[in-house]
């Protein structure tokens, strides 16, 4: 799974708990999306981002 280029966000990992207290194991995967972005120097680089932080303006979509 990929991680965010910017905040390092990944996969999570837990439990699943029923009603009667049965656990099983459960993965949350975050909103990762690969897309261009403009880098430092003016070129253009593909990397995985959050939806978070491109919603924030931490990153600059080309």
């Known amino acids: 799974m990929a991680k965010c280029a ?12 029923s009603h009667s207290h049965r656990r099983s ?9 690969s897309v261009k972005i ?3 120097e003016g070129g253009v680089k593909k990397t995985y981002v959050c939806t978070s932080c491109l919603r ?4 600059e979509r080309a």
Do not use: Q
Request: charged content about 25%; hydrophobic content about 30%; aromatic content about 8%.
């Open 38 to 40: 403009r880098t430092a």
């Open 56 to 59: 924030s303006g931490r990153v």
């Open 6 to 17: 910017i905040c390092e966000k990944g996969v999570h990992f837990g439990n699943n708990v």
């Open 25 to 33: 194991n459960k993965m949350w995967k975050s909103n990762v999306k």
